[in-house]
């Protein structure tokens, strides 16, 4: 499917009282749904490539901005596993912690974050996608590396409900 045609039904979604649109041609899926009448939201889905077909994987265009790198600070211990939230992938794609490779991580351990934060990116099919939080709390622990690829319903982050 053409990014044109994409465009064209979100414009016609965005017109129309239907909440909730699915498209497959062959392996592409896509699947439009509008929370409320002046917001959509994207979700895309692709069944996976074998391995040995992928593409080498790149990090997001820096844009400019200070070139300050985060520096890799060791996890602290992991509080009793019984209250924590498993954040998972919602889509397949390769899991980025920031926005660019200069820029600091969306979160680290040891962050309070809100619902509705975005927490990463998840790259699918040349797409940036934000991922949001959907529970508040403390990040206890990043369960992915920094460009590594995901699988949908893969656990990303473990949060401490507030």
Known sequence: MEFKQIQELIKI?????????SVEEGEFKITIKQAQPSETQ???QSAPMP???AAPQTAPQATAGPSAAP???????????DNLITVKSPMIGTFYR???P??????NVGDDIKQGQVTCIIEAMKLFN???SEVSGK?????????????????????EPN
């Open 13 to 21: 979604i965005n017109k129309s009282n239907i909440s909730e649109l």
């Open 42 to 44: 994207y979700v895309m």
């Open 51 to 53: 391995m040995q077909m």
């Open 71 to 81: 520096a890799a600070t060791p996890a602290p211990a992991a509080p009793a596993s």
């Open 98 to 100: 920031s926005s660019a």
């Open 102 to 107: 200069d820029k600091p991580s969306f979160v």
């Open 130 to 132: 934000e991922i949001e």
């Open 139 to 159: 990040i206890v622990k990043v369960l992915i590396d920094d460009a590594s690829p995901v699988e949908y319903d893969q656990p990303l982050f473990l949060v």
